[in-house]
């Protein structure tokens, strides 16, 4: 146990390390630095105060020195400088993180809920074309845009139908909308991956032995099924950590929600790499965390996990 | 190899052939083909090619500067998604802006293809190592969503549809090298392949002759649904105003556009949006079909 | 018919008919199909692949597949039509009326849930009336255990699956089908999975328990010799139908129907026909020579030897087997001597020649003279490839002759392994089991290979093809003077076709002679009780008569 452990964290950490390596070569590889991109929609901008502005965040300083010093940050939480207002990097999201955070939180529980109930009623329905109806919703969903979809709501719940204000008023529909509109957008791989593996546990033997042993559909679904395919869902719901945050900036927009999408897209239209890279270290280090605790869930889930097997010796290509 | 050493299960499911003369059923793969499913899928999608390859086909109206005196007009027999605020036709805009947005797709996919498929073979043929370093590449591109990868490049170098496309595509690698490791590692174990080198087999021609043509099926399924994906990514930006510029009719943008008018005229976001939903469902389910086609 | 008008009947199945798929793709799985059984009696229903007698099975305990389609007739469950009821009334029968003791132990078994709560979820589900608590169900469950002879059922209650042996997961299993003493037992191949020494021991514990309990038991199996040593009755199927239905001594003594003789035949011991001996004159150069080859996997504490100083010799024109349960390393022994795989320490000789350290080229020159045959015919042949493409394909490679005469060779090496010239436009995909195997062999000579390593190259086949295989094999040694190392689990089709026999245990080679010696008169312990296990004692006093 101790052992799976330490190697997921130090897989995890290689990932945030090899991300933030790549992320700077990344920024190096462009034809300019951070300052001169930042300052060049500037006219007034000459030499002088570039090479000032340069100095102030350290840009000047050979390459080796920048990667170490800004390697030496991450882990006190130091993501850098925002250019256009000088602000540390964290400083600048914290301020406005919270509200990001509630709205992609809520998503996340509802979309894997409403996933699961929905695989649910898939697999419980009596009616092949009821089955069939439900099944074809995540690919439904999967192709919806989340601005569209946020868009027709608001058109529909506040323009046609009045129940809720076009801005944010603090009431509940102007809360769950947002959600719904970013549930559904999430759901829908979390509910296509769990409907795949829950078919996949469907044709193994040991589902015909609860049959034989006189357990009703439910009590197979609920009390077995849903565990043994609960992995593969567990690892995608991990990954749309990504999906939820560029999700969360799309419905905040929509919505006129404060949060990062505001920061993101100020960011971007002032051309301030920095923040931008700040941004991208600061999700890569969620999405590692985040994956880093499903690892750690799935010896919950399966005992055969933390057995490391031995298969013996893999086939090799011939030649 | 774990299996060679288990003894054999009867449930391996061979027909009983009490006669040695018998011969088998109709072949399924031509079956898959001509079922209407397919080119009810197909049909559609080759006409959204032809918006993007010869839009004047489509739509006899000018996508870019409008009729002011019929502007805000609703869907009708005139004009099918209706006009905008500049009188424009907007059923004529969304077909001229399918080249736009299926080139940058189209160019996403490319990266997402060539860049991913040449790192799954080297996780999955150069040994060891190599798949250990390239499979931790990969979980850094998952580790970064795409959605920021593209940001990053329309930052640095201003927005536009190369820096969209080159973005979007890049978050699509990972995905890609994922299906195509997987693929080869499962055909390459197979017991033909092996009989093959036997058979005098070189590297290369067994790779040509049998691992590439056995494991191209899913590969080919996850271009179509991609090219959904990518579709959406880039209309997601198009519609935060990272892409062209106006007036360049994108399908992103024009909602973004209809966005200020949606309180008076609904169909300017409403009906370019249902275009996008419609294109990426069938792309999905072309991946579907593709994907049954190819499984034997 | 044995008739035993004291016992009443339990189950009575009346003209059941079943279809899979619907219109012209249906396919009929039972066609009228009438069985009677009487309480605590044990009948076999005996048949290959596609006979029908898993679909019957199914039926009696309503878990069909939803493909299945029942066409007509009725199944009474004492007096009860159980097509008749509603699932929820099924869900009541299944489990304490009708149990089930299923194909495969290794995937029967909830993979995350202890085998103690998967055994008392069986009373949980049926509850009946009484509610028992958490202590109660803890004794029933290791009384349960004990019961099928599982040591130290306290500890094994916290265990999950992956931690026992596919023997202690079949007896868990038997356990659960007991549970609740039910009247009738569907057993679907329960031993198939298994090696032939745990057969013996699963067997008797789950017949011993029928007969204490009086439990009535389908017993469905594709092997005679087992269906003969536990059962009362046998009932044989092919395509969907009975052909005969009969008791044990009733059917081995004069079978009626002559599929029945068929299968009787396939599986009563040949006699060795004194094959063994009959080049001892010349000095002879050995097909393969095995020198103390010897493969360890891990180092350190996980260091194991798969293959521990095994030596033999084929010689030219015979054929050498390997015996051994699962993981006695037979297989390998056989990638070894392919060179598929590398060696820790010893030899390979092929022909003469040592190979053990041949590379790139010499290595593509050996498998012109040495092939390999594999144990699934499903994964032998690219599916997309023409059977004439597959055979013609080795001669590409070495860009032998011209189209034409590929052509030609392609026809000459069908007409070997009796193959119509027509199926060379076949797809592998098209063709049966049996036929994919002939089309592998036909590529394994296409170059000119004088020996063939064959590993449990007839185990996916069924009883009556395995023999049409044997029999080619057979006219194609003598033929074409090619030696066989012949890979099997299976005792019956290695005394039949080997001249001499290597036993293997856990690595080791323990006991090697002529095919007469290591059946007739085993010297190792081993040996003796590899034979003892083998099913079909009934049989063979038979056959010895």
């Known amino acids: 146990m101790a052992a799976y452990i330490a190697r997921r964290i130090g897989q995890a950490l290689l990932v945030i390390w090899l991300a933030y390596t790549l992320v700077f070569l990344a920024v190096q590889l462009l034809p300019n630095d951070p300052v001169t991109i930042f300052l ?19 840009y000047d300083q050979p390459l080796l020195v920048q990667y170490f010093s800004q390697l030496a940050g991450l882990f006190t939480g130091d993501f850098g400088y925002s250019l256009a207002s000088g602000q540390p990097v964290a400083e600048r999201i914290g301020a406005v993180v919270g509200s990001t955070l509630v709205l992609a939180s809520s998503a996340f529980v509802t979309a894997v809920l409403f996933a699961v109930l929905l695989v649910a009623a898939a697999t419980l329905a009596r009616h092949a074309w009821l089955k069939r109806l439900i099944i074809n919703l995540p690919p439904l969903f999967a192709a919806v845009p989340v601005f569209w979809l946020g868009l027709v709501l608001l058109q529909v719940l506040s323009i046609q139908l009045g129940v809720m204000s076009l801005f944010p008023d603090g009431s509940f529909a102007s809360i769950a909308v947002p959600v719904l509109v970013l549930a559904i957008h999430v759901s829908a791989p979390i509910a296509q991956v769990l409907l795949k593996s829950v078919d996949n546990v469907y044709t193994q033997p040991f589902v015909d032995v609860l049959r034989a042993k006189g357990a009703s559909p439910s009590w197979i679904f609920f009390r077995h099924v849903l565990k043994n395919a609960a992995a593969p869902a567990m690892t995608i719901s991990g990954i749309t950590v990504g999906t939820l945050l560029a999700g969360s900036v799309i419905t905040e927009t929509v919505f006129a929600r404060a949060g990062l999408g505001q920061v993101v897209l100020q960011a971007v239209t002032a051309q301030d790499v920095a923040l931008v890279q700040g941004l991208v270290l600061l999700t890569a280090t969620a999405f590692v965390v985040v994956n880093l605790a499903v690892d750690l869930l799935y010896p919950l889930l399966d005992p055969r996990i933390l057995k490391s097997g031995t298969h013996g010796a893999p086939r090799a290509l011939v030649a | 190899m774990s299996i060679k050493l288990e003894e054999p299960l009867t449930r391996a499911a061979v027909v009983a052939p009490f006669d040695v ?25 080759v006409m959204v090619l032809g918006w993007a390859l010869f839009p004047s086909l489509f739509s006899g109206f000018d996508p870019i500067s409008g009729v002011p005196a019929e502007k805000f007009q609703a869907p009708g027999a005139g004009h099918w998604f209706g006009t905008d605020h500049l009188g424009r036709d907007v059923f004529s805009r969304v077909v001229h802006g399918t080249s736009q947005t299926l080139l940058t797709a189209g160019l996403a996919v490319s990266i997402g293809l060539v860049v991913g498929t040449g790192l799954g073979l080297i996780a999955a043929t150069a040994g060891r190592a190599a798949d250990a370093v390239t499979m931790r590449l990969i979980d850094v591109l998952l580790a ?59 590297y290369w021609s067994v790779v040509f002759k049998h691992i590439l043509p056995n494991s191209c099926g899913p590969v080919l399924a996850l271009l179509a649904v991609d090219l959904g994906v990518a579709i959406l990514a880039i209309s997601g930006l198009g519609f935060l105003g990272f892409g062209s510029p106006p007036p360049t009719p994108e399908w992103g943008l024009l909602i973004a556009e209809g966005r200020q008018y949606l309180a008076s005229a609904w169909w300017l ?21 593709l994907h049954k086609i190819f499984r034997l | 018919m044995s008739t ?51 679909t019957l099975a199914k039926a009696i305990i309503g878990l069909l597949p939803d493909s299945a389609h029942i066409a007509g007739g009725a199944v009474e469950l004492a007096g009860e039509n159980l097509l008749a009821h509603t699932n929820k009334q099924m869900q009541e029968v299944r489990g304490r009326r009708i149990g089930m003791v299923p194909q495969d132990p290794g995937a029967s078994l909830d993979p995350v849930k202890t085998i103690g709560s998967q055994i008392a979820e069986v009373f949980r589900l049926h509850p009946q009336g009484h509610k028992r608590s958490k202590a109660q169900l803890r004794t029933e469950v290791i009384r349960l255990l004990e019961l099928v002879g599982i040591d130290t059922p306290e500890q094994r209650i916290g265990q999950y699956p992956h931690e026992l042996s596919g023997g202690l997961k079949q007896r868990v299993l038997i356990a659960i089908a007991f549970a609740l003493e039910p009247e009738l037992l569907i057993a679907d191949e329960p031993t198939s999975a298994l090696d032939v020494t745990v057969q013996l021991t699963v067997l008797e514990v789950f017949t011993k328990l029928a007969r204490e309990l009086g439990t009535a038991v389908i017993f469905v199996t594709h092997d005679l010799a087992v269906a003969t040593d536990i059962a009362d009755r046998i009932v044989v199927m092919q395509h969907g139908r009975i052909r005969e239905d009969n008791t044990v001594r009733e059917i081995l003594r004069a079978p009626e129907d002559p599929y029945t003789r068929m299968l009787l035949d396939e599986a009563t011991p040949a006699d060795f026909r004194a094959r063994t001996g009959e080049r001892a004159g010349a000095p002879e150069v050995p097909a ?9 996997y891990g180092h350190g504490k996980t260091r194991r030897a798969a293959v521990d100083e095994v030596s033999f010799v084929v010689r030219p024109g015979t054929t050498f087997s390997l015996v051994g349960e699962s993981g006695s390393g037979k297989s390998t022994t056989a ?15 092929i022909h003469g020649q040592d190979v053990t350290n041949v590379q790139g080229a010499a290595k593509r020159d050996l498998w012109r003279s040495l092939q390999l045959v594999y144990q699934n015919p499903d994964s032998a042949l690219d599916p997309r490839y023409s059977v004439s493409r597959i055979i013609s394909e080795p001669l590409e490679n070495y860009n032998i002759g011209s189209k034409a005469e590929r052509r030609t060779r392609v026809a000459e090496l069908l007409d070997a392994v009796n193959l119509p010239s027509r199926m060379a436009e076949l797809r592998a995909k098209e063709l049966s089991g049996g036929q994919r195997q002939r089309v592998a062999i036909a590529r394994a000579l296409a170059l000119g290979a004088k020996t063939l390593v064959l590993d449990e190259a007839l185990s996916a086949l069924d009883v009556l093809t395995q023999a049409q295989i044997l029999r080619l094999l057979e006219d194609l040694q003598v ?46 312990q081993y040996t003796r009780l590899l034979l003892d296990s083998n099913p079909g004692a009934l049989l063979r006093e038979m056959a010895n008569n």
């Not at chain 3, 008008?5 to 003209?15: A, K, Q, V, Y």
């Not at chain 3, 393969?288 to 360890?296: R, S």
């Not at chain 3, 990638?335 to 000789?349: D, F, I, S, Y």
Request: aromatic content about 4%; hydrophobic content about 50%.
């Open chain 2, 144 to 202: 970064v969503p795409g959605f920021l990868i593209s940001l990053i490049i329309v930052t640095a170098f201003a927005p536009g549809p190369i820096s969209l496309g080159v973005g979007v595509g890049i978050a699509s690698i990972a995905s890609f090298a994922r299906v195509v490791r997987s693929e080869v590692l499962r055909v390459r174990s197979l017991d033909y392949v092996e009989a093959a080198f036997m058979n005098g087999g070189t």
């Open chain 1, 40 to 58: 060049s929609a500037d006219a007034a901008a000459d030499p002088a105060t570039i090479a000032a502005m340069k100095a102030q965040y350290g």
């Open chain 2, 269 to 289: 976001t409403t009906l370019p949006g249902v275009v996008i939903v419609a294109v990426v469902i069938l792309l999905a389910g072309l991946g579907r079909q």
């Open chain 3, 288 to 296: 393969i020579e095995v020198v103390g080859l010897t493969k360890v």
């Open chain 3, 335 to 349: 990638r070894m001597v392919m060179r598929l795989l590398e060696p820790t320490a010893g030899a390979v000789k």
């Open chain 3, 4 to 54: 035993n008008t004291s016992t009443p009947t339990l189950l009575d199945i009346r003209g059941l008919s079943i279809t899979y798929g619907t219109g012209k793709d249906a396919v009929i799985a039972a066609d009228h199909l009438d069985l009677e059984l009487k309480a605590g009696q044990i009948v076999a229903l005996v048949g290959e692949s596609g006979s029908g007698k898993t």
């Open chain 3, 479 to 524: 033929n074409q003077g090619l030696s066989y190392l012949f890979i099997s689990h299976d005792l019956h089709v290695v005394e039949r076709i080997s001249h001499d026999v290597g036993v293997m245990r856990s690595g080791q080679l323990v006991e090697v002679g002529t095919t007469e010696q290591v059946f007739g008169n085993p010297a190792s």
């Open chain 2, 21 to 45: 003369e018998v011969i088998a059923a109709p072949k399924k793969e031509a079956r898959a083909l001509r079922s209407p499913m397919f080119w009810l899928t197909c049909a559609p999608l």
